[in-house]
């Protein structure tokens, strides 16, 4: 594939390789850093159901697809209409008991769907979950890069990206067999994940704020967003 003028594209690809591990590493040394990781794949993962298991759920308690459609277009009509307005407020608040708050209300949307078997459980838990991803998301991602080393903010936000990639991965195949063996199990797992995820993050902010460790390219860091 690669010919002799084109062997810059070896070391490039090398390269990269290595800037990814070296991103990594850095990054799961920092433990402040690996928490955050940690109880960000809680939510992943209960972000991952909603376009798997919560279809099935849907189907199986009698409603046709087209119910699915509107539960789905919810989520989307809720944030166009609520994210921005929601984010003067959200952005006053400590960023780790925002991600917190976010993280159980995602959780919590989704275990709602234990009790479901109405169009109403299904907007309701819906827009719960809406909710804690219109509070969470956005402010974890500034929370991420905070945290980060300035010259590695970019390859830190790819770790986190990572864990939604991971996610994704195992997120779907891991809740369609949950949902076979017992679809309650499926969704009060979900919302135990928030939860946990919620408790972790105000473990966060409860830490003493810590330098990130230094890259080996760069000795200066930025300074952690504080919590």
Known sequence: MFRNGNRNDWKNVGKAFSSIATACGCA???RRYRRFLIAAFGPAFVFMQMSSTLGMEIRDAGFAENIYGCVLGLNGLLIILIELPLITITQRWKPATA???G?????TGFACFAFGGSIGAYAAGMAVFTLGEMISMPIAMAYAAGLAPEDMRGRYLGVYG???GC???VGPATGLTLFEVSPTLLWLGCGALGWIAALISLDLSAQRVEPAPKSKTEPQTAEALQV
């Open 103 to 107: 993280y159980g209300l995602t959780g």
């Open 167 to 169: 996610a994704l991965t």
């Open 99 to 101: 991600i917190a708050i």
């Open 28 to 30: 799961l040394r920092d």
């Open 162 to 164: 990572l864990v939604w």
